[in-house]
């Protein structure tokens, strides 16, 4: 790292720009044990600017070549279309470069047509975010094109990317075909039809895709009759660990078509429907399904459902009857006196963790109440502690590490 650190600033001398604070800071440091290096843009702990364009082109050379660098986190930044050449650059000379981080830059469609070239012939990179760079509908085009040649990449995340229609069909109908994509994320496209074209082409996907483990699908507005689409797929799929599908229109309907598929599918290990509207009903419908012996959930988000006593402690009792399911998230529906005291005997009896789920009990003149709990399935999907790492790794987001058990488990790497 010394050596990353004087060849910076040498360059620097040598292009006549000052040095950034904040990348002398992180080469003077130790390199972490995976070999990343995190430059991101929101670190208060971190002096100097966010990285700009002018930043990247020196950066780049710094690091090309450097074998020990396999991953790169420059999120939160300010990193252009100009920029994006040198990210670009960066990934044909850096060989052993796995994972790279973009998120929240200014990376519009010509950036993204520049990264998804260099990524034709390259076969190191496993992870690419591109999340919160609107690259548009013509950038996800691009993106999707290079999939079709790209044989190394795992995960892809373009959500809140402004995608459109044709690009979200784009992904779903590579996917087809591409067998190295484990994860991908088209979260919150600008979809201005009713049809749920996106979903029913996602749905198609799934009867044939046998390797995919991870769908996120928030924010696509889809309603019972796009989830039943997606459910009639699922039936035929046993690969899907993780699905993603908060922020949507899905009532009790649609958790009912879900449940049917908890009950037949037996490898969907985590469900997130947080910012729906199930109600009672739908969390009575999951909860049967939860105790189906068929069932393998172990992870239930359905935080602001509008779920009331009765949903509620049908989940509660669905945990006491299946050990199976162990991440419960409940927090903004109605929580009255006998759902708290249901959940507090949960916690305290040791069946479900305190960093498992988003309520905390306490206790106010004999009346048990549950606060809300700073937990989730994505916790660190957009925030990170702005002073220092989270020292309490439980606390992390769940996620599905690829490997040959497919094991569920807690990872505490901070994302951003």
Known sequence: MEDLKNRYLSLCVE??????????????????????????????????????????????????GNAAIKGLDLAYNCITDKGAVYVADL???????QSLDLMCNNIEADGADVIAKSLHKNESLRKLRMTGNKIGNKGAMQLATMLQINATLEEVDVSDCDLATESVIAFAIVLHNNRRIHAINVSRPLLFSLQEETTVHMAQMLKVNKTLRELHMGK????????????????????LRYLDLCCNRITRDGAKSLSEVLKQNGTLEILDLSFNRIEDDGAVYISEAVMHPHSKLKAL??????????????????????????????????????????????????RLLEEHTDVS??????????AEASHGLRRHYYWTSRY?????????????????????????????
């Open 15 to 64: 292009s006549l720009k000052a040095p950034n604070a904040c990348i002398v800071e992180v080469l003077a440091e130790n390199m972490s044990s995976d070999g990343s290096l995190k430059l991101t843009g929101n670190d208060r702990l971190k002096h100097g600017d966010r990285l700009a364009d002018d930043d990247m082109l020196v950066l780049t050379k710094t690091l090309n």
């Open 91 to 97: 990934i044909q000379a850096c060989e052993s470069l």
């Open 220 to 239: 696509h507005g889809m309603t019972d009759t796009g989830v039943e689409r997606l459910c009639e797929a699922l039936k035929f799929n046993f690969s």
């Open 301 to 350: 988000s359905v935080t602001s459902n509008n779920i009331g006593k009765t949903g509620l402690m049908s989940l509660s009792e669905a945990m006491r009857l299946n050990s199976c399911l162990t991440h419960v998230y409940i927090w903004g529906n109605r929580l009255e006196e006998p759902v708290c005291v249901d959940f507090s005997q949960l916690i305290s009896s040791g």
């Open 361 to 370: 009990p306490y206790e106010v003149d004999s009346h048990v109440c549950l």
């Open 388 to 416: 220092g790492k989270d020292r309490d790794s439980s606390n992390s987001a769940l996620a599905l590490i690829t490997s040959e058990s497919l094991a569920l488990q807690i990872y505490p790497v901070l994302h951003s």
